[in-house]
């Protein structure tokens, strides 16, 4: 595959017209904005991920560094003139239990949840504090074309979360149902206008109405990577990027080690299969793969652009919120 002209991709990521968690099209700060879904492909990002492989080639094409403490980051969405990160600022970590109490595995520690909304520059906005009681840990978000849905649950399998949805315009935020699990990602399907989320690891999904009412839920057929971060596409389709750490040999690095595993997935979400997966190791400046955790993508002609923000705010660079793109020759 060919290596892609920085040039030629940051033309392209400036007349960029996609869908990414909504009608979004990308500026000349290579970041989204609002646009008219019509204007749009049909499921292209379905159509040219659909050719990457582990042998695609990504090249980073910016780097913006957040200038405010992030903390853990977690879930990223683009909407109109603004971005959102979602964080978790853990206070007391997590610590495991001998044997499972009461149903949990570990203690519930303390942290609060952060949803930071910023312009295209990176600056600051506002900072919205979000959580109840153990619920303080906020994951993966969606943004469809109106508000922004994040889920804010406990740091910990096997527990519960709340689901917000925030105004993206006015900012308001507004509580929508609680669920009797873990949700580590939310994404509302652009077909059905429901809710689907994932549960610790991401699984197991869950589909709801936007009132909190479910109706399905399904074990993740996949095990490559848990994802983290989704968005939805057009016909009942969501991509999610995400991060398996996985056992290494003790000589790379002692007993216990493990090595990072990045990762993208094409999820069917009406026959609840995988459609395609391709591995990204690509690495961050504190050595994390970029699919860590927030992860956004749009498409363009045949040019892949990728967003993500793997590095909390105490290591490495600090956050960096990194592009990358790529060309793809889709089957036809």
Same mark, same amino acid.
């Given at each position: 595959m060919k290596t892609v002209d920085l040039r030629r991709a940051l033309l392209t990521i400036v007349a960029l017209v996609v869908a990414v968690g909504g009608a979004a099209t990308a500026s000349a700060s290579t970041t989204p904005a609002m646009t008219n879904a019509g204007a749009v492909r049909k499921d292209a990002v379905s159509a040219d991920f659909a050719a990457v492989t582990r042998d695609t080639r990504w090249e980073l094409v910016s780097t913006l560094k957040l200038q405010f403490p992030t903390y853990h980051t977690e879930g990223l969405a683009f909407a109109g003139d603004r971005m959102f990160l979602s964080a978790v600022q853990v206070l007391e970590p997590t610590k495991k239990y001998p044997v499972p109490q009461g149903g949990y595995d570990r203690t519930p520690g303390k942290g609060i949840g952060? %949803?930071? %909304?910023? !312009? @295209?520059?990176g600056h600051l906005q506002r900072d919205i504090v979000l959580g109840e009681g153990d619920m303080y840990h906020?994951?993966?978000?969606?943004?469809d074309g109106t508000s922004v849905w994040v889920p804010v649950a406990q740091y910990r399998p096997d527990s519960s979360a709340v689901v917000y949805r925030i105004d993206a315009r006015t900012l308001a935020v507004h509580k929508q149902f609680e669920v009797a699990d873990h949700v580590g990602g939310i994404v509302r399907?652009?077909? /059905?206008?429901?809710?689907? *989320?994932?549960?610790?690891? /991401?699984? @197991?999904?869950? $589909?709801?109405?936007? !009132? *909190?009412?479910?109706i399905a839920a399904w074990d993740n057929p996949g095990?490559? %990577?848990?994802?983290?971060?989704?968005?939805? &596409?057009?016909?009942?389709?969501?991509?999610?990027?995400?991060?398996?750490n996985l056992?290494?040999?003790?000589?790379?690095?002692? =007993?216990?080690?493990?090595? #990072? &595993?990045?990762?993208?997935? &094409? %999820?069917? &979400?009406? =026959?609840?299969?995988? $459609?395609? #997966?391709?591995?990204?190791?690509?690495? /961050?400046?504190?050595?994390?793969?970029?699919?860590r955790n927030p992860f956004k993508i749009a498409a363009a002609g045949n040019t892949l652009t990728m967003w993500v923000a793997?590095?909390?705010?105490? $290591?490495?660079?600090g956050t960096e919120l990194l592009t990358y793109a790529t060309t793809v020759a889709p089957p036809r």
């Amino acid at each position: 595959m060919k290596t892609v002209d920085l040039r030629r991709a940051l033309l392209t990521i400036v007349a960029l017209v996609v869908a990414v968690g909504g009608a979004a099209t990308a500026s000349a700060s290579t970041t989204p904005a609002m646009t008219n879904a019509g204007a749009v492909r049909k499921d292209a990002v379905s159509a040219d991920f659909a050719a990457v492989t582990r042998d695609t080639r990504w090249e980073l094409v910016s780097t913006l560094k957040l200038q405010f403490p992030t903390y853990h980051t977690e879930g990223l969405a683009f909407a109109g003139d603004r971005m959102f990160l979602s964080a978790v600022q853990v206070l007391e970590p997590t610590k495991k239990y001998p044997v499972p109490q009461g149903g949990y595995d570990r203690t519930p520690g303390k942290g609060i949840g952060h %949803v930071f %909304v910023m !312009d @295209r520059a990176g600056h600051l906005q506002r900072d919205i504090v979000l959580g109840e009681g153990d619920m303080y840990h906020p994951a993966g978000m969606d943004f469809d074309g109106t508000s922004v849905w994040v889920p804010v649950a406990q740091y910990r399998p096997d527990s519960s979360a709340v689901v917000y949805r925030i105004d993206a315009r006015t900012l308001a935020v507004h509580k929508q149902f609680e669920v009797a699990d873990h949700v580590g990602g939310i994404v509302r399907d652009a077909a /059905s206008g429901h809710l689907v *989320g994932q549960s610790w690891g /991401s699984r @197991r999904f869950y $589909e709801w109405t936007t !009132d *909190g009412r479910r109706i399905a839920a399904w074990d993740n057929p996949g095990f490559f %990577v848990d994802y983290q971060d989704c968005q939805t &596409l057009p016909q009942r389709r969501m991509i999610c990027g995400g991060i398996a750490n996985l056992p290494q040999t003790p000589a790379a690095g002692g =007993a216990g080690a493990t090595y #990072e &595993l990045g990762g993208i997935g &094409l %999820v069917d &979400l009406r =026959a609840r299969q995988i $459609e395609h #997966e391709a591995p990204v190791q690509l690495w /961050s400046a504190a050595g994390h793969v970029v699919n860590r955790n927030p992860f956004k993508i749009a498409a363009a002609g045949n040019t892949l652009t990728m967003w993500v923000a793997p590095d909390n705010g105490d $290591e490495g660079n600090g956050t960096e919120l990194l592009t990358y793109a790529t060309t793809v020759a889709p089957p036809r």
